[in-house]
């Protein structure tokens, strides 16, 4: 379906009449159409190219270092909330990003983001959004007029989609290494070989560490940002001989397959080897969206525009939690009993949030 027939199942629905205000407007739910192949070149082309997520570099090190000095002051003893400090992490990033600088509300944004109510923004808060793409609202060459609620619009998008899906990412790759203690120890002895020396890890090198990709791959194939992606059809079609009526909704459910036996051996167990290519159980698959075993971000014309932007927000606090700290799980917990329940909502998050206590690592 979304090769053959992608542009059949292009359409996206709405949940509810009342979410048409912006939700109709952004690149996630807006009607495919021409309206959509603009506002999607604006984000792919513009708002999050590759050139775009990297100019964001000193915004995610500045972050992560703050995050870094802040768990540092835990002094090894002090039970911390990582999932509370991975989400306000991602979060304070995009709005550096969105805004160009932290702004008054973003603490008080962050908590409405939390709380499923980020669409009641009042009129400030909403204004403000024109810094981020007034040169493309003023000077661009766009087909359309991207209007300020445009603008809203993707914004909320990214702050939604791309904030949750990379705390949500960190938080079960380090659930999973911490279930799988020598995978931990096997990323650790990367990142503090690779950046042995220096106080910090850095961007410039973290095309360096190759089992970091394989374990956020692993990560990706059992806990898939986005685990239902919903398309309707715009015409009938006859898909492998069953009759598929115009506006019928298909859902794509990309949890069940990164986790279906026919394509992956022994499933349900966490083994980023499965990656390498040097394994007995080798995949080749990539999440780029042409295998379709493997799409958490979706495949074909709706793909998630932002998986640049969320990818670099995974790799970089990944690689610091695991440079500056070894981590231990509290009041006598271990691997065998830690709790991997799953919460089904936006994204699938832990049940429970993530309580560590981080150990600063002294080499």
Known sequence: MMRTHDVIFSQRSLASPEANM????????????????????????ELLSLKRVKSFRSIREEEVASLIGDLHSSKGSLVINLSEKIFSLTYSITARAAFGKKCKEQEAFIEIVKEDKATSMDKDEAESLLDVLSNIQGHGDHEFSLETRNIKAVILDIFIAGGETSSTVVEWAMSEMLKNPKVMEKAQAEVRLVFGGKENVNEEDLHKLEFMDLVIKETLRLH????????????????????????????????????????????????????????GTTSSADFKGNDFEFIPFGAGRRMCPGMLFAMADIKLPLAQLLFHFDWKLPDGINHESFDMSESFGLTVRRKRDLYLIPIPYVP
């Open 224 to 279: 898939p940002p986005a685990t239902l992606l919903p398309r309707e059809s715009r015409e009938s079609s006859v898909i492998f001989g069953y009759q598929i009526p115009e506006r019928t909704k298909i859902i794509f459910n990309t949890w069940a397959m990164g986790r279906d036996p026919k394509y992956w051996s022994d499933p349900e167990r966490f083994y980023p080897e499965r990656f390498d290519g040097e394994s």
């Open 22 to 45: 912006y939700v109709s407007k952004g690149i996630i739910f807006c009607p495919y159409g021409d309206y959509w192949r603009q506002l999607r070149r604006v984000c792919t082309q």
